[in-house]
């Protein structure tokens, strides 16, 4: 016999403890959702672009200045490297870090397998890459990054392509390496060195194939082909640079950011008001669109007839759109101080971008070009979808 | 006071009504997940490609030969389409069939807009296309489609392109339509006639750029650019057919599996033991690769640096491989026979293969070809992964 009070409480507990153990909130597909770095604050917002709505936050991520994000292949876990060194893996279902490490003193990106079993960390300090397993962040295998000169390297512009590889670039040392992890605790590793004055960062192509290297030290870029390893590394675009006179350059422009639209790759200039515009085949200059500023990221709207364009300080107020058909500006826009970061939604009808100095997220639609909603976030960055769990060197 | 039989019987009561009303298996992504068409028993299999597993079976969808899938934009909706004029839509995180409408007398395919909001059907009884809203599946628009002739024409090759299009052809009229969704209940077509003889199917490049119609009753494709409408209808590659001599054909190849790599096209022949190459600028021929037998599907590895190819009856126990940088063979495989679909997983590591006369599903790895899982299946056919909720025109 029992008392009935204890009773009722007796029954409340399986329910307590059946929600909090399954961590059951409704169920939900990944594929819409999406996370929005928070940079001053560590923490990030998780969002979806149906609604368009924020879901969840999640704090303790350290130094987000400059963080970025992977996803693993089911799309359900972020990986985000800090500045500070941290990898943080976190849950986008359930809203929750499901583990932190400080893998080294100072990173600048990262990157996942193509088989989505490791993540790959790139470092200033110390120099090289580790990996880690991708469900537990156990350390795998480290890569020292010591130059020809037998000196250790910061490691820059970290990528995934296929075949269980990693490409990245040795900032000091001027070299580009291809790690391949095939067996994951015995990476073997080809070097291609004199590629270039200080390669601050790098990007791949879509289809995993071209490696570029944009050069702090000199002009011009460092291109690899990696289905012709080798005829090792060219220099493209040796006027892509600083130039001889050198401009004022108010940041360098990123290289992920890279359209690759109808047969072209659309590459913000170093210094200048200018897009150039590329042809892939054989990477020889087709024309330079004039623009607001100094651009900083030109990203392609995922069907390629858009290419949209953010700027350099203190014209970091304007976004900017070419239709890639005429290679023309059609559509200025002026979201506020401070747009940081922009991520098209998987097929394109809407992109997400961060206005720092509102503490806004704006989202737009690409062809109409008006504002569809407006998302209270603190001093956001980065954007990134989960779509990107499908992405070749994203 | 209660008794205590009683007491553990109501403790039991939450448990089971809360299991069963949140639907509330375990959590997980369903970017990784997938599933399989069993054409014979009106059944599909949930797949996941992370531990290369079957997870639940729903049954009840009807006729699937020839049945296709698109996906929700979250990636947790799959809408089936049935030869019988069904279209189902299932929940892949719950396994459960969500609704079932019989929407025609005989249906070939179908396509989800842009934003995920609507999902269009085309019909052979009656012709036509009819647009359904994707949460409810309730009818928003019905499209018949009279030609200029003013005849009722069977609707084959509808896809989905940017902006709420929709494009398909017609068969019996031999005419493309583009059926503007922008407004949904007011659906604004625009019609290009005299397209050519018969189109028996149609693709959309990946950018959402070119359509192209084949023919049956020509020599010859339909190629449209919706980038530049104003230029028509062109008909490309007029060597591409049954010839002058009408070939034997055992079955037109599927245009759904074309494969786009490297700036090149790779088209199965008509009736012709080859693989055609075309350079995707000019639409012009480069050359022909030699294969097994008549091929049916030729599906591009994500990155573009293979092509695997099935043939047609009584040659389909057999895969080929080719490589797109040398233009050759490099593998030949002998699954068994009645190998009808090919899947890649979105980062091209592996390829689920249906093999429908051994009742299995293989898998292979891209690069060493070895197979790594087998998976008991009835008589499949289509296999559809979640990650195509992210693609254009697929």
């Excluded at 999640?58 to 800090?82: N, T």
């Excluded at 809203?95 to 003193?105: D, Y």
């Amino acid at each position: 016999m029992i008392h009935l009070s204890t009773f009722r409480f007796l029954l409340a507990l399986p329910l307590f403890f059946l929600l909090a153990l399954s961590g059951c909130t409704t169920l939900r597909g990944v594929g819409d959702m999406g996370l929005i770095i928070e940079r001053a604050s560590g923490r990030i917002q998780i969002v979806e672009t149906t609604g368009k709505t924020i879901l969840s936050q999640i704090k303790g991520l350290g130094d987000l200045s400059h963080a970025s994000a992977v996803y693993s292949r089911d799309g359900r876990y972020a990986f985000i490297f800090g500045r500070d060194g941290g990898l943080t893996k976190v849950d986008l279902l359930s809203g929750q870090l499901v583990k932190r490490v400080m893998q080294a003193g100072n990173s600048i990106g990262g990157a996942i397998s193509q088989d989505g079993t490791l993540v790959a960390v790139s470092n200033y300090t110390p120099g090289g890459v580790r990996i880690f397993d991708s469900r537990s962040l156990e350390m795998i295998a480290d890569i020292p990054a010591i130059g020809a000169d037998g000196e250790p390297s910061k490691v820059v512009g970290l990528v995934d392509a296929p075949g269980q590889l990693f490409v990245f670039s040795l900032f000091d040392a001027g070299e580009i390496w291809i790690a391949d992890l095939s067996q994951p605790n015995r990476p073997t590793i080809k070097k291609f060195t004199q590629i270039g004055e200080q390669p601050y960062d790098g990007l791949i192509t879509p289809d995993g194939r071209h490696y570029i290297a944009g050069l702090f030290g000199e002009d011009g870029l460092a291109l690899l082909d990696l289905w012709h390893l080798d005829a090792g590394v060219k220099k493209i675009l040796k006027n892509y640079g600083k130039g001889e006179k050198k401009l004022p350059v108010y940041k360098m422009p990123h290289l992920e950011g890279w359209a690759m639209a109808g047969g072209m790759a659309f590459f913000p200039a170093v210094g200048r008001h200018e897009i150039m515009v590329v042809e892939t085949k054989n990477w020889q200059e087709v024309t330079r669109i004039p623009v607001h500023s100094q651009p900083v990221f030109a990203m392609g709207r995922p069907d390629g007839r858009q290419v949209w364009v953010n700027f350099a300080f203190p014209d970091n107020d304007t976004l900017q759109v070419i239709d890639v058909p005429s290679l023309s500006l059609i559509k200025t826009l002026k979201p506020g101080k401070g747009v940081m970061h922009m991520e098209f939604t998987p097929r394109g009808e809407h992109i997400w971008v961060s206005v720092r100095d509102l503490d806004q997220v704006h989202v737009y639609h690409t062809d109409q070009f008006d504002k569809l909603a407006t998302l209270p976030t603190e001093k956001p960055s980065g954007i990134f979808f989960s779509s990107r769990a499908h992405k070749i060197g994203l």
